[in-house]
C-alpha cells in the first residue's frame, strides 16, 4: 500500500455522517439539506443538446490535449473574462475533467517528496490530500492572515481559492502582488483555484483573476501560475466533469506529460458540450440572477445571536454561530431537519487557532423557499439558546 494513503483526511461529509449518526431528525419537518455545494439550478438546454448532437463522439479515444477548438473556445473566454492581451491556446491552456481532478493531479506532477505546501485555511480539502499523496507536508495559512507572514522556506507549491470556498472572499490586486513576490523569491508554483469566479453578486464586478492580476502587474507569460477552472458552478453541470486550465505554458506541459499517464483525456463528447458552455454567457448572467434573488432574500433574515456578512463570490453563506458549530449542526438537524455543513471541519488547527470553529458553511444551492426556510428554522434555533 502507499504510506501516504493512511495520512489522508476523513472528507468533511463522513464528518458531517458521524456528527448526525443516532440522531433522528423531526419527521413533521421537510429536510432540507444545504451542507453540500453542489449546483442544483438546471442545466443550461444548450449544454445538453451540444453534448446530445455529439454523442458520435463516444466512439473514438479522446486526447489529453483535446480539441484545439475546446482549448480556443476556453482561450477566448479567459481572454474576454479577464482583459488578457495574449494567451495561446496551443501551449497555455489544458482540458481537465473538472477542477477537482486537476487541482489533485497537479499536486502529483509539480511536488517533489518533503515539499511544503501552502493551503489556504479554511479550504477545499483536495488541496491538502494532493499534498500528502505527493509525500509533502501542508502549511496552513489561516483566513485573515497576509501572506507575508509564512514561512515560505521548502515551499514548493501554494493552492489559493479566489472566490473562496467557503468565506467567498476574493483576492485582491495587493494580495496578488504580495504573492507574487514570494513565488518570484521562493521559485514556488501557484495554483489558482477559480471554479467560483463566474459566481458573484454585483454584475459591474466579477472577481479578479489570477492571470487578470499578472497582467495588470506586467508579468509575462504567467511564471509558476496555472489558474483552475470549471463549468459546474458556472453552468451548473457538475456532473459534466469539465474545466480547463490555463498559464504558464513549461508547467502545462509536464501537466500534459502526467496527465497522459494518469489517463485523464476528457470525453469528445463532452469537449463539444463545452465549447458550447464556454462560448454562451446568457445562462451564466441568469445563473448568477438567481443566487443573488437569494442572497437578498435570505440575507436580512439572519440576525443576532447568528451573523453573516454578504459574500463577493460563491454561493455560500459563512454563518458566526454563538455555540460550538458541529453541537449547533446537530441540534439543527435533530430539532428543524436541516443539514449544513459545520466550519470546523473545512479548517486544520494551525497556530493554536481552527477558523473554521463556531461557523457554518450554508450553500444557497436548494430552491429560493428552502433556502429562506432553512434560514427562518436555523434563527428559531439560534434564539432558543
Ligand atoms: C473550492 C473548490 N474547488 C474545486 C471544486 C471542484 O469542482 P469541480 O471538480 O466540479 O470543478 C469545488 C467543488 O465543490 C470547490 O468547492
Given at each position: 500500500m502507499n504510506p501516504f494513503l493512511a495520512r489522508l483526511q476523513p472528507y468533511p461529509f463522513d464528518k458531517v455522517r458521524a456528527n448526525l449518526a443516532g440522531v433522528s431528525a423531526?419527521?413533521?419537518?421537510?429536510?432540507?439539506?444545504?451542507?453540500?455545494?453542489?449546483?442544483?439550478?438546471?442545466?443550461?438546454?444548450?449544454?445538453?443538446?451540444?453534448?446530445?448532437?455529439?454523442?458520435?463522439g463516444l466512439a473514438q479515444y479522446p486526447r489529453s490535449l483535446g480539441l484545439p477548438?475546446?482549448?480556443?473556445?476556453?482561450?477566448?473566454?479567459?481572454?474576454?473574462?479577464?482583459?488578457?492581451?495574449?494567451?495561446?491556446?496551443?501551449?497555455?491552456?489544458?482540458?481537465?475533467?473538472?477542477?477537482?481532478?486537476?487541482?489533485?493531479?497537479?499536486?502529483?506532477?509539480?511536488?517533489?517528496?518533503?515539499?511544503?505546501?501552502?493551503?489556504?485555511?479554511?479550504?477545499?480539502?483536495?488541496?491538502?490530500?494532493?499534498?500528502?499523496?505527493?509525500?509533502?507536508?501542508?502549511?496552513?495559512?489561516?483566513?485573515?492572515?497576509?501572506?507575508?507572514?509564512?514561512?515560505?522556506?521548502?515551499?514548493?507549491?501554494?493552492?489559493?481559492?479566489?472566490?473562496?470556498?467557503?468565506?467567498?472572499?476574493?483576492?485582491?490586486?495587493?494580495?496578488?502582488?504580495?504573492?507574487?513576490?514570494?513565488?518570484?523569491?521562493?521559485?514556488?508554483?501557484?495554483?489558482?483555484?477559480?471554479?467560483?469566479?463566474e459566481i458573484y453578486l454585483d454584475e459591474a464586478q466579477p472577481p479578479l483573476g489570477a492571470l487578470e492580476a499578472a497582467e495588470r502587474l506586467g508579468r509575462k507569460g504567467f511564471p509558476r501560475l496555472v489558474m483552475f477552472t470549471s463549468l459546474s458552478k458556472r453552468s451548473n453541470s457538475p456532473g459534466m466533469r469539465s474545466g480547463f486550465v490555463a498559464g504558464d505554458a513549461a508547467l502545462l506541459k509536464s501537466f500534459l506529460l502526467y496527465r497522459t499517464y494518469h489517463g485523464s483525456a476528457m470525453s469528445l463528447s463532452v469537449q463539444r458540450?463545452?465549447?458550447a458552455a464556454w462560448s454562451d454567457e446568457a445562462h451564466v448572467r441568469e445563473n448568477r440572477r438567481l443566487y443573488a434573488e437569494k442572497y437578498?432574500?435570505?440575507?436580512?433574515l439572519i440576525r443576532k445571536p447568528l451573523r453573516a456578512e454578504k459574500p463577493q463570490g460563491g454561493f455560500y453563506l459563512w454563518i458566526e454561530t454563538p455555540i460550538d458549530d458541529a453541537a449547533f449542526a446537530r441540534r439543527l438537524y435533530q430539532q428543524y431537519n436541516v443539514t449544513v455543513l459545520p466550519g470546523s471541519y473545512l479548517a486544520r488547527e494551525s497556530q493554536g487557532v481552527n477558523p473554521g470553529k463556531n461557523r457554518l458553511r450554508?450553500?444557497?444551492v436548494a430552491p429560493l423557499a428552502e433556502c429562506k426556510e432553512a434560514v427562518q428554522r436555523m434563527m428559531q434555533l439560534a434564539q432558543s439558546l
Open positions: 423531526d419527521p413533521a419537518l421537510k429536510p432540507i439539506d444545504l451542507s453540500i455545494g453542489e449546483p442544483k439550478h438546471p442545466t443550461p438546454a444548450l449544454v445538453k443538446s451540444a453534448l446530445t448532437s455529439a454523442l458520435d477548438e475546446l482549448r480556443e473556445a476556453a482561450a477566448a473566454w479567459a481572454k474576454r473574462r479577464y482583459s488578457l492581451s495574449e494567451l495561446d491556446p496551443a501551449t497555455q491552456v489544458l482540458p481537465v475533467n473538472g477542477s477537482r481532478e486537476a487541482l489533485f493531479a497537479f499536486g502529483q506532477t509539480v511536488l517533489a517528496p518533503g515539499a511544503r505546501v501552502v493551503c489556504p485555511n479554511p479550504f477545499y480539502q483536495i488541496y491538502e490530500g494532493a499534498a500528502l499523496l505527493a509525500g509533502a507536508t501542508p502549511v496552513f495559512l489561516n483566513e485573515g492572515r497576509r501572506f507575508e507572514e509564512l514561512d515560505w522556506r521548502g515551499v514548493q507549491l501554494a493552492y489559493v481559492c479566489s472566490p473562496g470556498n467557503p468565506t467567498g472572499r476574493v483576492m485582491d490586486l495587493e494580495e496578488w502582488k504580495a504573492l507574487f513576490e514570494l513565488s518570484d523569491r521562493h521559485g514556488f508554483v501557484i495554483a489558482s483555484d477559480e471554479c467560483y469566479s458540450a463545452s465549447i437578498a432574500s435570505v440575507l436580512p450554508v450553500a444557497l
